[in-house]
C-alpha cells in the first residue's frame, strides 16, 4: 500500500469512498452536494491509501476555506481508513501536514461509538478539545410564541440584513469554542446561496430597530429521510438570559412545521449546559454524541 495526492482521475472514486464511511465519521462535509461539487485544490488537499490492485482503501482530507483559514485551523472532511492500522493514519497524516503552513491546528470530530478510531487518534498525540451532542425533535406541537413588547421578528431581507446577521451571530459566538472566528458579510451572504438554503429560513430578531439575535433553519437529511436543521441559535451577550432564545427557537418550529418538515435537528457544545437544557425542555433528545480531537501544528 502507499499513499498518494488525490487527482482528478481518481475524485469519484474518493467520493464513492466517503460515501461507503460516511455513517461512521463525522459526515458534515459528506453530504453528496459537498462530494458532487468538490475538486482536487488548495482548498481540499487530500490523499488516499490505494493497495495493490489500486483501490482506495484509506484517504484523508482537509477543508482549508476562508473561514478555516482566517481561524488558523483546518478541519478534516475525512479520516478514515479499511486498514485499522495506526502506521496508515500516520502516512496519510504526515502528507496532509505539508499543506498547513501558518496554521495552528487540524481538528476533526469522532462519533463517541467509533472506539477503534478513537483509540488510533488517541495514539497519534491528538488530544481532546470538546464534547457535542446531536438532538433531534419529533413532530410535537409548536407552544405558543409571544414576543415582548419592543421587539420584532422578521425574516432575513438579502442586501439589508447581511451585516446585522454577522454582528449578532459573531457577539454571540465570540467565546464558544469551535465558532470563535467571526464570520464575513460574503460568508453570510453564502448561506443564502448554499444547497440547504431555504427561503424565510433565516430569522432576526430586533429590540427597537437593534439586532439582537438569529436563528437558520436549514434542509437536511437524517436516517435516510428529510429533516431541518437548526443552527446557529444566537443572541447577543447583553440580551442572553431574557428568554429569547426560547422565542427564537419556537419561530423556527413552526417556520418547520409550515413547509412540511416531521422532525428537527440540532447540534449544541458539551459544555454550552444552558442551551441543552433549552432544548430539552423544548422536545428535543439526544441522539448522538461526537467529540473533537485537535493536533497543535
Known amino acids: 500500500m502507499k499513499v498518494v495526492a488525490l487527482e482528478e482521475a481518481k ?10 464511511h460516511r455513517s461512521e465519521v463525522d459526515d458534515s462535509y459528506l453530504y453528496d452536494f459537498e462530494l458532487r461539487d468538490f475538486q482536487v485544490g488548495d482548498e481540499n488537499p487530500t490523499y488516499i491509501l490505494i493497495n495493490e490492485k489500486d483501490d482506495i482503501v484509506g484517504s484523508a482530507s482537509l477543508v482549508m476555506d476562508d473561514y478555516h483559514i482566517r481561524g488558523k485551523r483546518a478541519r478534516f472532511r475525512i479520516f478514515h481508513s479499511e486498514v485499522e492500522d495506526i502506521q496508515c493514519y500516520q502516512q496519510l497524516l504526515k502528507n496532509l501536514l505539508n499543506h498547513t503552513k501558518n496554521l495552528e491546528k487540524v481538528f476533526l470530530f469522532i462519533p463517541v461509538v467509533n472506539k477503534k478510531l478513537i483509540e488510533i487518534i488517541q495514539g497519534m498525540k491528538f488530544s481532546l478539545e470538546r464534547y457535542a451532542f446531536l438532538l433531534v425533535r419529533e413532530d410535537l406541537e409548536v407552544p405558543d410564541n409571544t414576543l415582548p413588547e419592543g421587539y420584532e421578528l422578521r425574516p432575513f431581507q438579502q442586501g ?17 469554542k469551535g ?59 447583553e440580551y442572553q438570559g431574557r428568554g429569547l432564545g426560547r422565542i427564537l427557537l419556537r419561530a423556527s418550529l413552526q417556520f418547520a412545521r409550515e413547509k412540511g418538515y416531521k422532525r428537527t435537528i440540532l447540534s449544541v457544545n458539551g459544555e454550552n449546559e444552558r442551551a441543552q437544557a433549552l432544548y430539552i425542555q423544548e422536545g428535543f433528545k439526544q441522539v448522538e454524541a461526537v467529540v473533537c480531537y485537535q493536533y497543535f501544528l
Open 179 to 237: 465558532s470563535e472566528t467571526p464570520i464575513t458579510i460574503e460568508g453570510v451572504t453564502k448561506l443564502l446561496h448554499d444547497d440547504d438554503y431555504l427561503e424565510g429560513g433565516m430569522l432576526l430578531l430586533f429590540h427597537h430597530g437593534r439586532p439582537v439575535g438569529v436563528i437558520r433553519g436549514a434542509d437536511d437529511g437524517y436516517e435516510d429521510a428529510p429533516i431541518m436543521n437548526i443552527g446557529p441559535v444566537a443572541v447577543t451577550p
Open 160 to 176: 439589508q440584513d447581511e451585516e446585522n446577521w454577522a454582528l449578532v451571530r459573531n457577539a454571540a459566538f465570540s467565546t464558544l
Open 11 to 20: 475524485v469519484q472514486d474518493f467520493a464513492a469512498y466517503c460515501r461507503k
